[in-house]
């Protein structure tokens, strides 16, 4: 480890730090429907979307509606992608003439890219064309991160609001979301990576000659674009087969800086609009902290291990920690902060090949992704998240002092209980279930590149990675199989809509309480003891949930390597 890879780390938390009370203070304009400085640009394209729907700003909804609304959305979203992929031969906008993509791999995108998790069992540059890129995956890649953020302002609303029936209306938080903060901001950061070196064009692929004389066919098109809203967006889905180490996708130091900070930019911010619409900003103050402690812990331990390098490989005399798999441009330090920022934030970009790191570097970005994608976690759906873990901690809280459970003044009862507990255990049924499985089917087996623990853990990160609708991948596994593509789209659809549901379904029942005083017997959730408290939960339900499947893999891998044993 070294200085300048700290400076460089404490820098990029400084700068998201920075953001969250501006953008969050925006963003809170938006959602209540005050005016910003772009009303005056969107204002009458939202009110002509509203009349197209059918709807106004000033029409709520029930849960029920709101949860309805939202599942035909995406349903209609996923049949569109579905079928683009199908028709893609015989559609405009494919100057490589790719053909349509097979039945199954076309459902594993589709569920991908409609549940945000943008996992892919395909190289974009040799598979998808133009059109499928732009009005398929980009506008996925929109309208699932505004429906994440949607969700989590209609349960932000059932702790603000009291003694109501509704928490919003999707089609009005799903449009000012999209209108006011994704495409302006992805606006501005397509420019910029244009000028910071992205192709961002409708041409043909350029065939160039190498320097031996033979003819290289280089890919390019719509990047700049679709790269802004992947990371603003906590998407992930790589324009190149390579991802953010394509130098057309992350041209340098300051794009791949821009990059980290547009992942986290959303979803730290979302813990300042939660303060200010419950009216104590401390409050979203203590949660923004919890994250911060778990990001910088796990950031540091994976920076640690790659800086210390394989023993095994230092017999060798070879020295300089473990290089294997990082892009060389950026280092051990960003390899492994990318590593963690995008695994803590639903975001399957990577710069590095995760399946090259150590073992307990390999370990950080599961365990990021296992605890919920709660530490900051994808656009929405990372707070929505925590907030599953917040209602635990209070019912924890409340069962040390012996009082019932209360938190900003809502009673937190059984049917909030029941919710959070179904939200979280949704997600190991799915990583560790299909695991089980794939662990003792041959052809699932044979998908792996490395025996031993290491091919364990490649299986559980891609299950843990669609479940927790991350879309990264450790990178040794082949996924574009029958088993492999169906099962990875059914653990994304579950790991989306299974904590969706409870979420709206508590939003419901809180938005019809009503809001008590403190009193002296309240337990406080704006200081240092309730951030432990977050926290101790968070590690515990983890490390109780998943300790076994990790000691199985990347931990005895760990000491496997110390003992100078091979795979």
């Known amino acids: 480890m070294t200085i300048n890879g700290w400076i460089q780390i404490l820098l990029f938390c400084g700068i998201v730090t920075l953001l969250v009370k501006p953008l969050g203070g925006y963003m809170t304009r938006v959602f209540n429907g005050e005016r910003t400085l772009l009303s005056w640009i969107f204002g009458p394209v939202e009110r002509g979307l509203y009349a197209v729907a059918g709807t106004s700003e000033r029409e709520e909804q029930h849960w029920t509606t709101y949860a309805a609304a939202l599942l035909f959305f995406n349903l209609a979203g996923f049949l569109l992608l579905y079928f683009l992929q199908r028709l893609q031969g015989g559609l405009p906008f494919n100057p490589a003439g790719m053909p349509a993509v097979p039945p199954e791999l076309a459902f594993n995108t589709a569920a991908s890219f409609m549940t945000n998790t943008n996992w892919q069992n395909y190289g974009g540059e040799s598979t998808m064309s133009y059109l499928v890129q732009m009005a398929g995956l980009t506008v996925q890649n929109f309208v699932s991160a505004a429906t994440g953020i949607a969700i989590a302002v209609a349960l932000i609303r059932g702790f603000s609001r009291a003694s109501t029936k509704s928490i919003g209306n999707f089609w009005v938080d799903l449009t000012r979301t999209t209108l006011y903060v994704l495409l302006p901001l992805c606006v501005v950061l397509t420019l910029v990576y244009v000028y910071r070196g992205m192709p961002q064009t409708l041409g043909a692929y350029v065939e160039a000659t190498t320097l031996e004389g033979a003819t290289q066919t280089i890919a390019v098109g719509p990047v700049a674009s679709q790269v802004a809203i992947k990371m603003l967006g906590t998407n992930g889905g790589g324009f190149f087969n ?37 009216g104590n900003q401390r409050q979203g103050w203590a949660i923004f902290a919890t994250m911060g402690v778990l990001f910088l812990a796990g950031a540091a331990v ?54 090259s790191f150590t073992a307990l570097g390999g370990l950080i970005p599961l365990i990021n992704m296992e605890l919920g994608e709660i530490i900051i976690g994808g656009v929405g759906a990372g707070f929505y998240g925590v907030l599953m873990f917040v209602v635990l901690a209070i019912f924890v809280a409340g069962l040390m002092v012996g009082r019932t459970p209360e938190y900003l003044g809502k009673k937190i009862e059984a049917k909030e209980v029941k919710m959070a507990v179904l939200a979280i255990l949704c997600l190991p049924l799915a990583m560790l279930g299909f695991t089980a499985i794939a662990t003792v089917l041959p052809d699932a087996v044979a998908s792996t590149a490395n025996p031993g623990p290491h091919g364990f853990s490649e299986i559980l990160y891609a299950y843990t990675s669609a479940a927790a609708n991350n879309g990264s991948a450790f990178g040794g596994l082949t996924g574009n199989t029958t ?73 005895v891998e760990h000491f496997a390597m110390l003992l100078g044993q091979t795979f």
């Open 302 to 355: 994976c920076y640690w291990a790659e800086a210390a390098g394989n023993p095994l490989v230092h017999a060798l005399g070879l020295e300089g920690g473990n290089m294997e798999g990082k892009e060389a441009r950026f280092g051990i330090a960003l390899s492994a902060l990318f590593a963690a920022v995008t695994t803590a934030a639903s975001c399957g970009a990577v710069n590095a090949m995760h399946d």
């Open 483 to 555: 088993w492999y593509n169906l099962t990875l789209g059914i653990a994304m659809l579950m790991g989306r809509f299974l904590v969706i549901i409870p979420a709206l379904a508590m939003a419901g029942s809180l938005v019809g309480k009503k809001s008590v005083p403190a009193s002296a017997g309240t337990f406080p959730t704006d200081g240092v003891l309730f951030v432990g408290l977050l926290g101790g939960v968070i590690l515990i339900v983890g490390g109780l949930t998943f300790f076994p499947a990790l000691a199985v893999g990347p931990i």
């Open 242 to 278: 390579v991802n953010a180490a394509h130098p057309f996708e992350n041209p340098d130091a300051i794009s791949n800086l821009i990059q980290m900070v547009s992942i986290f930019a959303i979803g730290a911010a979302l813990t300042n609009v939660f303060g200010r619409m419950v």
